[in-house]
């Protein structure tokens, strides 16, 4: 786990003087804090610029990634008005473009913001507008549901997908709908957003702006051309959410326009039935008159009686009978009922009667767009050029709902082409703003003026243009359109609306037509402008080619000038210099033009820059001039020309790289030829990077076949250099020679030519790597034996820095020439690096096994006649380090690394001893270890004491209790913590009894075996282990925090917190990885206040009282820490009684009662006879602690008699007896420490199995664990 060191600590304060002495001193600037960020993400985070830039200079790493997917510009950009930080992170490499585990990019989290300037910067350095973050958003997205109104202009004019939809299918103007911004909605309807788009549920904008009564918006939507007869996944419309909400502001608005009053969702209800429950009258006389069907659902289903009586009166109230039947055939009409409109057309109606809204019957049909019955109509007699109150004419409800068939039918039977709606609008505009090509030619064909100019000052071409409909734009204007005519909103052209979407070819047509090319909107932006907004370099051109000024592009100049070079537009750079007078500008990176046309290597723009005064030396923010641009990007042809021309042929950038090291890591002799005989310092090094030598040495070439397959390119290059004087024994900033990376790569032919000319083999590097090293890490057996055998001093046993030899680094290769080179040799197996693994542990943790056996035979440990290793382990311990095979590193524990093995195919794991850890010899702690046998304590198989000094257990396959609990959770399986906390219980009390202290009590040391029953691991067998080296001191008692030893006491406080945190799943004080935590746990008092800075937030009562019980600060206040002193069976019981009770009053009484029938039968084990009573003496190995024993039996039948059964204070009072009289005699003797105690055994006559020779054979537990007992009848004795 990170720390919180003094580093971080400064970098967190803004301390730049601190931060500078610590770095001097030696700190890792990318070191991680606690929450696995660096210094630079977290001073990026607070804004602090002077930080950033003192890092970035120390080498932080600015693309460093946090396990969350941040880097230090995501985090930079989180706070609003961070600019200059980004600024200097982006100049610095950050990439603008990454993405978190979200998937969100800096410029997502800008939007989110609304940080307007952070935001262009980003996009002015190459930020993806359109990339999908979080909820797949963009980043248009996210600045309109965060209602940053200026963020989403500028996007959108930076080409910001404005349909772009989310997960829901939510495109830009579902959210401004949703946030009721009118002035975001307006913006992108303005911007050609779709208003009838619709979601996964088919609900559109309109829909959501009804849903949430917002009239202005609605009204918006609907003046825009929304869709309002649109139905979605559930039947509803528009109109239906209006009369839901019973809004009749906006049911009078939808249904003006046109929407369907009789629509039907699938709960069966319509507009009417919906204002109806809630009781409008006026809203439901509005419907009735509107020609809402009053039968066309069962109104008793849905309705109260009062209100369904008013209705009714109301319905009788409502239209004469020339209403009645008007409203009758517009309902047929809406229905496409062709017979019932066959048979009263025309009888008894005006044949061009309207209803309350002026809609008459031809209007309705051509709204509804039925072909036949607008032919009824018409044969009958109706108006072709009727008018409803809007004063739209058939013709133009065809023309809007694209219904070609009808606008046929219309203009044949005299429709006029040129009428016009209270707007202004004519059939041809509608049309062209609907991109309808068909409709506008035939239009134009039958006499459709296409300058007709409506309230607005927009014609037909201006509707096209804002639609983006080119093709219908290109028409109009071969027909005779003005081009030039302006939209009285924005003041924008055609050829404006044009630039904006970039359409070159229209743009050609505009201009040849006449269009003015500096004509200029609003905003004063004329259409070469808007182009250079969106980097559109051939519209750009173009425009200027073609009149357009060029003074107005100041703003944008430098940057399309940039990428004008970039892409190789001869042209293009010398329309937009002029007259050459701004040759050497540069752009935010400090970059010039001759280093943007060096960089793609275009000679004739290069030639023409170079001619018109560009410098060529001049240096960008990274100290790269042109000649290095070309060299970073392989044009050697332009790196000839440039340094014909007088370019620095030394110069070197930030990244430590000259144009020879360049020409170096190519192996282009030729170049590299040409570069040092114009003057290329051949052993040029900076502080980064190493000498040009060390490259050519390295091989580490690009991986080109033609490389791969022959190293005479390699070599041909190393000999130049050194025939010009390259310095063979220069060392790198990694302290390696050319001859050490030589080796690393096993270039033999490289290492024989280096040696003779002059290279040192007794050299190291940095780390302490030496040249043999080197060679052994590349596996090459000849570039070994060469190195060995001309190096006559050659240490085959000198380590690194890191405590590695050759032997070791052999061994991680895993390559057995190598390994048994360096046997024969002389190399040691022995010698154990500095995280205390041999080669034999390293090729053995490798899977190698071939090299683990060969390794094997070389130890020190062997017998010469025998040649097999001598152990001092008792035959039953000893486990042969080949009989085990390591499968996987899983941590460190108190008793050093652990690993998952295989011993003898069983699933084992081996722990390392490190004899730095423990107090003890290994053969001691084998001993202590192997003697324990407990259920619930995890059981020693063996262990190895030749070569590496190792354990064998037993392998917990559930993993720690709190892992298996969340375990079964996830598979549904009920799983109580209670019955596996008794379980650890009973295993600390066997331990406690043979005076062994846990010391390491926490979640990771109650693990849980393949049995399902809980195992205590990483105890202290023998005062091994200190808590600071188990890194659990949060779960620590107080005084073990200040430096005591561990105690029962101390034990009993680890395991109540055991309990807390398995019981509530959470770690105590969050695993005191910061100050607050600490302070937290020193405050806590859990005698006085166990909840005040408790270890978790939530504790019972039930806890909150174990807590007082098990965790106060004084030891002796703790749990059973007194009755501890004595070494009964009864004291552990009722010890664990006593938790259990503090756990669980419900469940106590039960528990109670059958603990009290298990505790009489061992009391009456326990103190049957001398010989047992000898036992327990023997276990109790100073005689003043047999004394205390006794004295505490005898308070206990003084004190508490009384709680006894009459005969079982008879069998106590006689135990304590033959303890008096046993401890005064001298029959007390050591018993072998593999006996059993008999009253940790229970069986019976109900468990009997049979008999044999021996005895007889019972089942029986021994303490929790089922097994067998044989009874053993001795030969001439009746005792068993």
């Not at 309109?206 to 139905?231: E, H, P, R, T, W």
């Not at 013709?395 to 707007?423: C, E, P, Q, T, Y």
């Not at 519209?539 to 970039?566: H, P, Q, W, Y």
């Not at 693990?1007 to 808590?1027: C, I």
Request: with cysteine; proline share 2%.
């Amino acid at each position: 786990m990170a720390e919180v060191t003094p580093f971080l600590v400064a970098v967190g304060e803004g301390d730049v003087e601190r931060i500078s002495a610590l770095v001097e001193g030696g700190e890792d600037v990318n070191q991680l804090g606690s929450r696995q960020e660096t210094a630079l993400m977290r001073a990026a985070g607070d804004g602090n610029l002077a930080v950033v830039r003192f890092l970035i200079d120390a080498g932080a790493d600015v693309e460093a990634v946090h396990w969350m997917g941040n880097t230090a510009l995501i985090n930079a950009v989180w706070r609003k008005g961070n600019l200059n930080v980004v600024k200097i992170l982006v100049e610095c490499g950050a990439d603008v473009n990454v993405s978190d585990s979200w998937g969100d990019t800096p410029l997502i989290y800008a939007a989110r913001n609304g940080d307007l300037e952070v935001i262009k910067f980003l996009v002015e350095v190459g930020a993806q507008v359109n990339a999908l973050g979080s909820k797949q958003r963009t980043a248009l997205l996210c600045a309109i549901r965060n209602g940053h109104l200026n963020t989403a202009r500028f996007l959108l004019e930076n080409g910001a997908e404005i349909e772009a939809a989310d997960y829901n299918g939510w495109t830009s103007l579902f959210h401004a709908v949703w946030i009721e911004n009118e002035a975001i909605v307006q913006l992108l309807v303005e911007e050609k957003a779709i208003v009838d788009t619709m979601d996964r549920s088919n609900l559109t904008p309109l829909m959501y702006a009804v849903l949430k009564d917002n009239l202005k918006i609605s009204k918006f939507l609907v003046k825009n051309g929304a869709n309002i007869q649109i139905v979605n996944n559930e039947g509803s419309t528009a109109l239906i959410y209006a009369a839901r909400n019973n809004n009749l502001e906006i049911i009078k608005i939808l249904v003006e326009c046109g929407a369907y009053v009789n629509a039907v969702n699938s709960a069966k209800m319509t507009p009417l039935v919906y204002v109806l429950e809630c009781g409008d009258m006026t809203a439901v006389r509005f419907l009735i008159e509107s020609g809402a069907d009053t039968k066309a659902v069962n109104l008793n289903n849905t309705v109260e009686n009062k209100k369904l009586d008013d209705f009714r009166s109301l319905v009788d109230s409502v239209d004469d009978t020339k209403t009645k039947n008007v409203t009758m055939l517009i309902n047929a009409i809406e229905n496409g009922d062709l017979d019932f409109v066959q048979q009263h057309f025309g009888k008894d109606s005006d044949r061009n009667a309207a209803n309350m809204f002026g809609r008459s019957l031809l209007i309705c049909a051509a709204e509804i767009g039925i072909l036949d019955i607008v032919r009824i109509l018409i044969d009958h007699g109706a108006d072709v050029n009727t008018r409803d109150r809007h004063s739209r004419t058939p013709l133009l409800h065809a023309s809007k709902n694209r219904n070609w068939d009808l606008v046929r039918i219309f203009v044949s039977r005299g429709a006029d082409v040129n009428a016009a709606d209270n707007d202004g609008l004519i059939s041809l505009m509608v049309a062209a703003q609907n991109g309808n090509m068909d409709i506008v030619q035939y239009l134009v064909e039958r006499g459709a003026d296409v300058n007709t100019v409506d309230q607005r000052e927009r014609t037909a071409v201006l509707y096209a243009s804002m639609g983006g409909y080119w093709d219908v734009v290109r028409f109009l204007v071969s027909s005779g359109a003005d081009v030039n005519a302006v939209n009285i909103d924005d003041r924008s052209t055609a050829l404006i609306y044009a630039a904006k979407q970039g359409q070159l070819e229209t743009i050609r047509i505009l201009v040849a037509n006449g269009a003015d090319v500096n004509a200029a909107d609003c905003q004063n932006l004329t259409s070469v402008m808007i182009a250079a907004e969106t980097e559109n370099l051939r519209v750009v051109c173009f425009l200027i080619d073609s009149g357009a000024e060029i003074a107005s592009l100041e703003n944008k100049k430098i940057k399309l000038l940039m990428r004008t070079a970039e892409s190789c537009d001869l042209k293009g750079v010398r329309l937009l210099l002029g007259d050459g007078s701004e040759t050497n500008i540069v752009e935010v990176f400090g970059r010039t033009l001759l280093m943007c046309a060096a960089k793609t290597g275009r000679s004739d723009i290069l030639q023409f820059l170079l001619e018109s005064g560009a410098d060529v030396n001049a240096v960008d923010r990274r100290y790269r001039t042109p000649v290095l641009h070309a060299s970073e990007n392989r044009h050697w042809d332009v790196v000839r020309f440039l340094v014909g021309k007088g370019a620095n042929v030394n110069a070197i950038g930030k990244s430590g790289w000259t144009s020879l090291l360049y020409a170096v890591q190519e192996n282009h002799l030729d170049i590299i030829q040409f570069l040092v005989d114009a003057g290329a310092d051949i052993n040029t090094s900076t502080t980064n990077w190493p000498t040009s030598l060390l490259n050519a040495a390295s091989g580490n070439n690009k991986r080109i076949p033609l490389i791969v397959a022959t190293d005479k390119g390699v070599l041909e290059v190393v000999q130049f250099l050194v025939q010009r004087g390259a310095d063979v024994n220069s060392v790198g900033s990694d302290g390696q020679t050319a001859l050490m990376q030589a080796a690393e790569k096993g270039n033999f032919k490289t290492i024989k030519f280096l040696s003779q000319s002059g290279a040192e083999f007794d050299v190291a590097d940095k780390n302490g790597k030496t040249v043999l090293m080197c060679a052994v890490m590349s596996g090459d057996l000849d570039a070994l034996q060469f190195i060995y055998e001309k190096n006559s001093d050659v240490d085959v046993n000198a380590v690194d820095h890191n405590g590695w030899t050759s032997l070791m680094y052999g061994a991680q290769s895993g390559n057995l020439d190598v390994v048994k080179f360096l046997l024969d040799s002389g190399a040691d197996v022995s010698i154990v690096n500095n995280n205390h693994r041999t080669a034999i542990f390293i090729a053995s943790s490798r899977g190698y096994t071939d090299v683990q056996h060969l390794l094997m035979e070389y130890l020190p440990y062997t017998q010469a006649t025998m040649g097999n290793p001598i152990s001092q382990m008792p035959d039953n311990c000893f486990i042969p380090a080949l009989d085990v095979e390591l499968q996987e590193f899983i941590g460190s524990e108190n008793v050093g690394r652990k690993y998952r093995a295989l011993w003898l195919d069983a699933e084992v794991v081996v722990k390392l001893f490190v004899p730095e850890l423990y107090v003890t010899t290994f053969s001691h702690e084998v001993a202590a270890w192997h003697r324990l046998r407990h259920p619930h304590v995890l059981q020693l198989y063996g262990a190895c004491d030749i070569g590496h000094n190792f354990f064998v257990c037993e392998w917990a396959s559930n993993g720690s209790l709190v892992e298996y609990l969340s375990a079964c959770k996830k598979r549904g399986e009920r799983q109580t913590p209670w019955k596996f906390l008794h379980e650890a219980a009973l295993g600390l009390a066997y331990l406690h009894e043979r005076k062994i202290m846990h010391g390491n009590l926490c979640n990771n040391s109650i693990l849980v075996g393949g049995d399902g029953m809980v195992k205590l691991a990483n105890f202290q067998v023998s005062g091994s282990a200190t808590w600071e080296q188990s890194d659990v001191g949060c779960w620590q008692a107080p005084e073990r925090l200040r430096g005591d030893a561990t105690s029962i006491a101390s034990d009993i406080y680890s395991l109540g917190l055991c309990i807390i945190a398995t019981v509530t799943r959470e770690t105590p004080w969050r695993g005191c990885l910061d100050d607050i935590s600490k302070v937290r746990k020193a405050n806590w008092n859990a005698t006085a206040d166990p909840v005040k800075y408790g270890p978790v937030d939530d504790m019972t009562d039930d806890l909150t009282l174990l807590a007082s019980k098990m965790c106060g600060n004084d030891p002796a206040s703790r749990l059973s820490s007194i009755e501890a002193q004595g070494h009964s069976m009864t004291a552990i019981y009722r010890r664990i009684e006593t938790i259990w009770y503090a756990i669980d009053v419900t469940n106590a009484e039960e528990y109670k009662k059958r603990q009290e029938e298990k505790r009489i039968k061992l009391q009456e084990s326990f103190i049957s006879g001398v010989s047992k009573t000898l036992i327990v003496l023997d276990e109790l190995e100073t005689a003043e602690a047999r004394e205390t024993f006794v004295a505490f039996l005898k308070a206990e039948i003084d004190s508490h008699g009384s709680s006894y059964s009459a005969k079982t204070l008879s069998v106590l009072e006689k135990a304590y007896v033959d303890f008096y009289t046993g401890l005064k005699s001298d029959a007390v003797t050591v018993m072998p420490k593999w006996f059993l105690p008999w009253y940790e055994l229970a069986f019976d006559g109900m468990n009997y199995l049979g008999e044999g020779g021996f005895g007889e054979v019972y089942r029986a537990k021994w303490l929790e664990s089922e097994g067998v007992v044989k009874q053993v009848k001795l030969t001439n004795s009746t005792k068993l």
